[in-house]
């Protein structure tokens, strides 16, 4: 049973509102066992643009980046190392590519092992959270408290990108 998903408006607006406001929030997966299981986010990291030298869609449309230029709400997955499938939340209107990453979940630290324990493959990649059966976000009343950081790992973006404090987390 799905309560309190998030409104698909929620994902309309810019990546720089829609990653803080994640945080808090609870993750809901259901697996193919039947077995729904729900985590609170704890971290995010905010991709915005192609100017955005650290994003994906820098280089522009690609078959890769299709899905940024979606309307938000739909859902980014990509492989890296060859053994993780990361997870990102499209945001924004249709034609600007923008996505938040997925960092953290409860329990689980590093967006590697959230794609891991959420077993997500490519079949994920353009799922809309407003209508997907299997993964989705729900609202959760809690009051939170989030810190912001340099995002990490996009060294090669250049020190004007590396540095934006776009890095969202939880503060426990």
């Known amino acids: 049973m799905i309560n309190n998903r998030l409104d698909p ?22 697996f193919d066992t039947g077995e729904t299981r729900r985590y609170i986010i704890t971290e995010t990291e905010a991709y915005r643009g192609e100017e955005d030298r650290a994003c994906h869609a820098s280089k522009g449309l690609t078959p890769r ?6 309307t938000g709400g739909a859902i980014y997955v990509y492989f890296i190392y060859g053994m993780y499938w990361l997870l990102n939340f499209v945001t924004s209107e249709k034609g600007y590519p923008a996505a938040a990453l997925i960092r953290g979940i409860e329990g689980f630290q590093g967006p590697g092992r ?6 997500l493959d490519k079949s994920f990649y353009g799922e809309n959270l407003s209508q997907s ?12 408290k989030i810190t912001r950081s340099k995002r990490i790992g996009v060294d090669y973006a250049g020190n004007n990108w ?11």
């Open 114 to 119: 959230v794609g891991r324990e959420l077993q």
């Open 133 to 144: 059966g299997r993964i989705w976000v729900e609202e959760n009343p809690l009051p939170v």
């Open 65 to 70: 980046t299709a899905v940024m230029y979606e």
């Open 9 to 30: 408006s929620f994902f309309l607006n810019d990546v720089l509102d829609v990653a803080p406001a994640l945080i808090g929030k609870t993750l809901a997966r259901k």
């Open 162 to 172: 590396a540095e934006k404090p776009w890095r969202f987390s939880l503060v426990r």
